[in-house]
């Protein structure tokens, strides 16, 4: 029987990689795709290099607690610039709509797209419409591409982490995946969780003050923070470990994995940076980040080893535990 592509494929975790390790690597693997960058700053003509993204938007249901499609496809295309070390500048607009969209949804997530471009700063300067048949697509579907200014003196790159380096999370882990997983199953609990949806440029440019330290920066989104860091250490000659009690998580999140068994390890953010800096850099990171709002919750959550591309985690009780890819279908189209 002929192998298909299956939902989760698309979930973030070991399916999601050896989908694009066997398919898209072989064919397009050389030059800036090559490490799988969320953006991959590239040189031009006029200017040193540029940093240039892409991303589709199919998050299900396209209203959640903390946001719509329309904020999350404008955070979500403007963080993977920041994390890659550049200023987000110019962005396309892409529209796939069902037939049968009320119009009243369609402006309340168009007026979303707004808002959020101008809190962050960066224009819409083209695009494109599409309208297909009912049945065809949920709702609608967005897709974006990002242009943006690399910060200088960064210097992002896995090759530059080495042991004894710092794990920093700038927030609470897990929050987007089970918002959207309590609204789309009926969940209903006091004080739930709320998506972390937001940009993280400040973080990005209160970082940019310590230069060289900062090795590399990701926003864990599908796949969550497993899949993150497990990317980080594979193939390298180090690995990562994590501390339990250090790594943040809001009451509403841990009450949903709580009832449901679910890791928040590999639920996803869209509102985080985890960032890997040297050690004398970590703790003025941490400091700095805690005093805005978008890192109020920052922490250092663990350290880099000589255990190769191994992540584990020293739990609450004192063992250790390996924290791997996540495996078969998780939380599909959060977004």
Not at 206 to 228: C, E, I, Q, S, Y
Request: proline letters at 5%.
């Amino acid at each position: 029987m002929e192998d298909r592509i299956l939902i989760a494929h698309g979930g973030g975790g070991r399916l999601s990689s050896e989908l694009i390790s066997s398919q898209i690597l072989p064919r397009f693997g050389r030059g800036p795709l090559r490490d799988l960058p969320d953006a991959a700053t590239v040189p031009y003509v006029g200017a040193k290099s540029i940093v240039y993204t892409t991303d589709s938007f199919v998050i299900h249901p396209v209203e959640f607690p903390g946001g719509n499609i329309g904020n999350i496809c404008i955070y979500g295309t403007v963080n993977d610039i920041s994390v890659a070390g550049g200023k987000p500048l110019f962005l396309s607009l892409g529209l796939i709509l069902e037939e049968g969209l009320e119009m009243s949804l369609l402006e309340k997530i168009l007026d979303a797209v707004k808002k959020s471009a101008d809190e962050c700063g960066i224009r819409v300067v083209t695009g494109d419409t599409k309208v297909v048949p009912k049945g065809q697509c949920d709702k609608i579907y967005i897709n974006t591409s990002a242009i943006g200014r690399p910060y200088e003196n960064f210097s992002l790159g896995k090759g530059r982490i080495r042991k004894g380096d710092k794990v920093i999370a700038s927030g609470n882990i897990g929050d987007h995946g089970t918002a959207v997983l309590c609204i789309r199953e009926g969940i209903k609990i006091r004080n739930g969780p709320i998506s972390d949806l937001g940009t993280v440029q400040k973080l990005v440019k209160a970082a940019h003050h310590f230069k060289g330290d900062v090795k590399f920066m990701r926003d864990p989104t599908r796949g969550g923070l497993a899949a993150v860091l497990n990317e980080i250490v594979s193939g390298r000659k180090y690995g990562i470990m994590l501390e339990e009690d250090k790594i943040p998580f809001s009451t509403g999140a841990k009450a949903v994995s709580e009832m449901l068994g679910l890791d928040l390890l590999h639920s996803p953010c869209e509102g985080r940076v985890i960032m890997i800096c040297s050690e004398k850099a970590a703790d003025g990171i941490v400091s700095k980040w805690r005093k805005m709002p978008e890192g109020k919750n920052a922490v250092i959550i663990g350290t880099v080893t000589d255990k190769e591309g191994k992540v584990i985690m020293k739990t609450s009780n004192g063992g250790l535990r390996l924290v791997d890819l996540p495996r078969g279908e998780l939380l599909p189209r959060i977004c």
